[in-house]
């Protein structure tokens, strides 16, 4: 793999999140592991940022929704 991408986060509710999003999420072209920090592989930088995105999205998706409360 050529891109290599390691987010940490220090919420604990963030990480969780993510790890019932992901679950060690691999594809031909990335994967998204998720322990202690969550950390990106990819082939291509195509692929990178879309793996990058979905990061995104599920942390926009919970921040939003803890403004609903």
Same mark, same amino acid.
């Given at each position: 793999?050529?891109? $290599? *991408?390691? &987010?940490?986060? !220090?919420?604990? +509710?963030?990480?969780?999140? /993510?790890?019932? !999003? %992901?679950?060690? /999420? +691999?594809? !031909? $072209? %990335?994967? &998204?592991?998720?322990?202690? !920090?969550?950390?990106?592989t990819a =082939?291509?930088?195509?692929?990178? $940022? #879309? #793996?990058?995105?979905?990061? *995104?999205?599920? /942390?926009? &998706? %919970?921040? =939003?929704?803890?403004? &609903?409360?």
């Open positions: 793999m050529s891109y $290599r *991408c390691v &987010i940490q986060i !220090e919420d604990a +509710k963030k990480k969780d999140v /993510l790890r019932s !999003e %992901f679950k060690d /999420l +691999k594809t !031909e $072209r %990335f994967q &998204i592991k998720t322990d202690k !920090e969550v950390i990106v =082939k291509d930088a195509v692929a990178l $940022r #879309a #793996a990058l995105n979905s990061v *995104c999205k599920a /942390l926009y &998706i %919970f921040d =939003k929704s803890k403004e &609903i409360k």
